[in-house]
């Protein structure tokens, strides 16, 4: 006999999370998690699914009938959008400037696509030329674009122009909205945006599990009219459709829990008002960005491009940003982040996301970070 290991009941620390994602929880939706559960092919449920994609509907500012929460973090809905859109064959263009953009390459290749890149630096939004030279070159069936670049704090600018450079060559427009969705402005329909991914755990303050996806009606007739079966049979849209669309038969039991989450978290959402809730994500981010910079530091994106609900601070000479880091956690319970991929030691990545959006949090942060620094001689 194995015998039972030697732990306790759980006790998580209590922090004040600023970083990349997962965001603070709000209370209201932490409440809802210990509801009970019902069955997930229950007439209440059934409304709650409902309600949940209308709230994701406006959410997204969208009118998709193909809305929907799917069942895991960020990437499951990620995934599901790019395993559902690309067909084996099909040429993919995704961009260079970030971290995300290479997952993007991962998952189509594993799709059967073929794989092409728009350059621009990490750190730098996509150029509009750019992204039109490399549809003249190649002519991609279907392209994704980072509209919020956790990795680099970049917001993608000009995403009409885009959307109409890869309509004109009648390509599919997949954008990835995680780090967007409920804190910075995104306008799906408007903007032409043919699919977009999100998660639950950075604007949103939901934790993770339940990813809203969002597929418009001419993309979902490439789906349903695929030649070959989508090679995930959880993510695969075709049989989603029989739980979500009219029928609400079963395909895979809902994370009850996570959906109850992320029903609560969007009604949050609506009763806040979008533009409201871009505005305090602003203005929060705005209080953090000239905080930085009393302290003498600066933040790595142009201000055009600035991304209010990532916040990347340029690391200044003879900073150690690991001890950096332990030091905030350790006096100030804070999580904020280091810099990935080509901006490793570079930046420091603070969130300002959703329910961690408000002004003690700010102060915190600030106050940390002064402190910080001062223990390793850095003087403003
Ligand atoms: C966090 C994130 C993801 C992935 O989401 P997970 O919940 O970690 O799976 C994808 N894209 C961007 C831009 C993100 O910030």
Redo the contacts with the bound molecule.
């Keep these: 006999m194995l015998q039972p290991p030697d732990t306790e009941p759980l006790d998580p620390p209590e922090r004040t999370l600023m970083g ?2 997962p965001s603070e929880v709000h209370p209201r939706v932490l409440r809802i998690m210990s509801a009970p559960l019902i069955g997930h092919l229950d007439a209440s449920f059934i409304e709650i699914m409902n309600e949940v994609q209308e709230l994701l509907r406006y959410t997204f500012q969208t009118e998709n009938r193909w809305t929907i929460p799917v069942s895991g ?3 499951a809905s ?1 995934e599901t959008a790019f395993a559902n859109v690309v067909e084996p064959g099909d040429t993919v263009l995704v961009p260079t400037n970030g971290y ?1 953009g290479g ?1 993007m390459a991962s998952m189509a290749q594993r799709a059967g696509g073929e794989v092409v890149h728009v350059d621009a630096p990490w750190g730098e939004p996509l150029d509009p030329d750019d992204v039109a030279a490399a549809f003249d070159r190649h002519d991609p069936e279907v392209f994704g674009f ?1 509209h ?3 990795s680099t704090g970049v917001v993608q600018p000009q995403v009409p122009e885009l959307t109409s450079i890869a309509h004109e060559h009648d390509a599919y427009v997949i954008a ?1 909205t ?2 967007s969705l409920g804190g910075v402005e995104l306008r799906v329909d408007e903007w032409d945006v043919d699919v977009a991914y999100s ?1 639950g ?2 604007c949103l303050s939901c934790p ?1 599990g339940a ?1 809203p996806l969002t597929v418009n009606d001419r993309t979902m007739e490439k789906v349903l009219g695929r030649d070959t079966d989508v090679r995930s049979w959880y993510l695969d849209l075709s049989l989603l459709e029989g739980y979500w669309g009219e029928d609400r038969s079963y395909h895979h039991t809902a994370p009850i829990t996570n959906v109850y989450a992320l029903r609560e978290a969007l009604q949050l959402v609506a009763e806040e008002g979008l533009e409201a809730r871009w505005g305090r994500h602003r203005e929060m981010a705005t209080r953090l960005k000239e905080g930085v910079e009393e302290l003498g530091l600066e933040l790595n994106p142009d201000d055009e491009f600035w991304l209010p609900s990532l916040n990347a601070v340029r690391i200044p000479d003879g900073i150690d940003d690991t001890r950096l880091l332990a030091e905030v956690q350790e006096q100030y319970n804070l999580e904020i982040a280091s810099g990935l991929g080509d901006l490793e030691g570079e930046i420091l990545r603070i969130g300002c996301m959703g329910y961690s959006a408000r002004p003690q949090n700010v102060r915190l942060v600030l106050s940390a970070l002064e402190d910080a620094l001062a223990m390793q001689g850095y003087e403003p």
Excluded: L
Aim: proline content about 10%; charged content about 20%.
């Design positions: 990349p994602g973090t960020g990437s990620m995300f997952r980072v919020a670049e956790t990835d995680v780090t998660g755990q950075k993770p990813s």
